[in-house]
């Protein structure tokens, strides 16, 4: 098993930035894509953005706004978003599968590990 676990959400004026972090513990080995999803309030959950073998991959929605990355050392992905929106304004999930993902959109029902997620609230 893999456990996720995300921080770095919080309040934010438009326009601002945060950096989100998912630290991944247990069988990470097997995790080969890594990456995020958001449901804001009443809506589906998305994919944000992800990242295989180092490609990363991103929602056109975001694609300009939103760099991932990751720290192999520490067993830690990030999600850098800057000129935020109030329509970002979700629950951002961390997610992990164990086969790759090498896509523009990964589907969220294809991923095996999930976060808790953290909020991300944008203030207009």
């Known amino acids: 098993q893999v456990q996720l676990v995300e921080s770095g959400g919080g309040l934010v004026q438009a326009g601002g930035s945060l950096r989100l972090s998912c630290a991944a513990s247990?069988?990470?080995?097997?995790?080969?894509?890594m990456g995020w999803f958001r449901q804001p309030p009443g809506k589906e959950r998305e994919f944000v953005a992800g990242?295989?073998?180092?490609?990363?991959y991103y929602a056109d929605s975001v694609k300009a706004r939103v760099t991932i990355s990751r720290d192999n050392a520490k067993n830690t992905v990030y999600l850098q978003m800057n000129s935020l929106k109030p329509e970002d304004t979700a629950v951002y999930h961390c997610?992990?599968?164990?086969?790759?993902?090498?896509?523009?959109?990964?589907?969220?029902?294809?991923?095996?590990?999930w976060g808790e997620g953290t909020l991300v609230t944008v203030s207009s």
């Open positions: 997610a992990a599968a164990d086969i790759p993902w090498a896509t523009m959109a990964w589907p969220a029902e294809a991923m095996d590990y």
């Open positions: 247990g069988r990470t080995f097997s995790t080969v894509s």
């Open positions: 990242l295989t073998g180092g490609n990363p």
